[in-house]
């Protein structure tokens, strides 16, 4: 099994977004038995928590399920995740700080995106419904890539 986990800050807006929104494709292209998905933030804000109401909202709004309660990143998530995915360049380096190195699983989403190959997911947290939408958009698309990457990667 394919391990996948993906990592922004407080693991209530970006993350659990980019974790729901690749859950539902792995069960379009049935390979949920293939690869797991997870998500979790750098931070301990919100460990616990649900999801931001607003995450839950745009998910819906495009028939993508959210089910996930907030955890921290940690230097264990190393050894159990094929793939760790850090939203942002921010996250990318609080991991390599957690993990004591850089490794090669460590991937940053949007150098899948290829609308914006190595740019930041933007955090959604202080804006609107638009900057939630705005997210999912970046986060569809680049998942897609990922995607193809990792069948291609692993001959799936």
């Not at 394919?2 to 407080?10: A, S, T």
């Not at 693991?11 to 792995?26: D, G, Q, V, W, Y």
Request: proline share 5%; net charge negative.
């Amino acid at each position: 099994m394919i391990k996948v986990l993906f990592v922004c800050l407080g693991n209530i807006c970006r993350s659990p977004l980019a974790e729901a929104i690749f859950k539902k494709k792995l069960e379009t292209e049935g390979l949920s038995n293939k690869i797991h998905t997870d998500s979790a933030g750098t931070a301990n804000y919100h460990v616990g928590e649900n999801p931001d109401p607003r995450t839950i909202e745009i998910a819906e709004k495009h028939g993508v399920p959210v089910n996930h309660k907030g955890q921290q990143f940690k230097k264990h998530h190393q050894n159990e995740f094929d793939y760790l995915v850090a939203m942002d360049h921010s996250n990318y380096r609080n991991m390599t700080i957690e993990l004591g190195s850089d490794p090669e699983k460590l991937l940053l989403m949007r150098d899948f995106d290829p609308a914006g190959k190595g740019q930041d997911v933007p955090d959604p947290w202080y804006g609107g419904m638009n900057g939630f939408e705005e997210v999912y958009q970046i986060l569809d698309r680049s998942l897609d890539e990922f995607l193809s990457f990792i069948r291609k990667t692993h001959d799936l």
